[in-house]
């Protein structure tokens, strides 16, 4: 194992260490503000907008059972399965 690994390791270890010392409030106000972290990368505004952040960001307050973010979750998988018109009836058909 090299040095960043062993630094990511133990960072790892000492974040787990903090939240398993926090309270049920405290872990919700922790996914609450992940979730609000998702919302800010995947709307344009301030942040640039980074859905790959965002699905992460939205995943962990998930995990931790924030219904909000399980259904960005579900919305952001939704919205990924569509696709645009013009792939579907294909260059070939538009006028020029």
């Known amino acids: 194992?090299?040095?960043m690994e062993n630094n990511i390791?133990?960072?790892?270890?000492?974040?787990?260490?903090?939240?398993?010392?926090l309270s049920?409030?405290?872990?919700?106000?922790?996914?609450e503000t992940q979730y609000q972290l998702g919302r800010l990368?995947?709307?344009e505004g301030d942040l640039p907008t980074n859905r790959q952040?965002?699905?992460?960001?939205?995943?962990?307050?998930a995990n931790w059972g924030y219904r909000p973010a399980a259904a960005a979750l579900h919305a952001m998988s939704n919205r990924s399965k569509?696709?645009?018109?013009?792939?579907?009836?294909?260059?070939q058909n538009r006028r020029a």
């Open 1 to 3: 194992m090299d040095a």
């Open 9 to 21: 390791d133990q960072a790892n270890e000492k974040a787990l260490l903090v939240i398993a010392g």
């Open 24 to 31: 049920v409030g405290e872990r919700q106000a922790l996914a």
């Open 41 to 43: 990368y995947e709307a």
């Open 53 to 61: 952040v965002a699905r992460r960001w939205y995943e962990s307050a």
């Open 82 to 91: 569509r696709r645009p018109l013009a792939t579907l009836f294909g260059a």
